[in-house]
């Protein structure tokens, strides 16, 4: 086998998930995709990334290309998985290094939308380039089971929240009601939110807000949602 023959490049992309208004109002899970300008699968949709350059680490390079392709900074990154599959690219063997990122939705209101870069609802997509559609499968599957035993909902919130809002966002990812009550009850024993004192303003009688008692986990590289 030749040296070319035997290179393999390496890729990262980004699964970003957020919360926005469909056409009726009603919030949906949404994720940015980029129109690809070359072949292969010129024209087709594909997550936003790019190659890893020589000199910059993984999480950098995840940062970078979505900058580049979205403008989205997302404050909370996470390594979710490395796609190898020997067909996923018709042309060079490509590895790619996905993460998957939760905005909120004034960080997501922030990105580029134009002909090229579309917000799309997460469980329906078209046919993506590559192994994109599996890609996502497998972030959904990993986001909805995470949901269940971490702190990983207050991603999709601002600072400061009301437990409506927070409940809001566990009935739009699992895709079924929440009952209210339970709901109350289960994240005031889990200890991982606290009141303010104070009410937010712009809610249904100024809600009471809360706020996360821990911050998703930050280091230099990556970033993960704590347990």
Do not use: C
Not at 57 to 62: Q, V
Not at 70 to 79: K, V
Not at 203 to 215: F, G, K, R
């Amino acid at each position: 086998m030749s040296t070319a023959e035997s290179q393999v490049a390496l890729a990262v992309s980004t699964v970003i998930f957020a919360l926005r208004p469909s056409a009726t109002g009603e919030p949906e899970l949404v994720l940015p995709l980029v129109r690809r300008i070359r072949e292969p699968y010129e024209g087709q949709w594909a997550l936003p990334g790019g190659p890893l350059n020589l000199h910059e680490d993984l999480a950098e390079a995840a940062s970078r290309t979505l900058l580049e392709t979205t403008a989205l900074e997302p404050r909370y990154l996470e390594q979710l998985y490395a796609f190898g599959q020997l067909d996923r690219s018709p042309d060079d063997r490509v590895v790619s290094i996905v993460y998957w990122a939760l905005v909120a939705g004034d960080e997501a209101d922030r990105a580029i939308q134009s002909e090229n870069v579309q917000w799309f609802t997460a469980d329906d997509l078209p046919e993506l380039a590559f192994d994109h559609n599996l890609i996502v499968d497998y972030a959904l599957w990993r986001l909805r089971t995470k949901l269940e035993y971490s702190r990983i909902a207050h991603g999709f919130l601002g600072e400061t929240f009301t437990l409506a809002q927070l409940r809001e966002v566990y009935e739009v990812v699992l895709r079924k009601p929440v009952d209210p009550g339970n709901f109350r009850r289960m994240v005031e024993a889990s200890g991982t939110v606290v009141a303010t004192g104070e009410r937010l303003a712009g809610t249904p009688t100024d809600l009471p807000s809360y706020i996360a008692t821990t911050p998703l986990l930050i280091s230099r590289t990556t970033v993960l949602f704590p347990a």
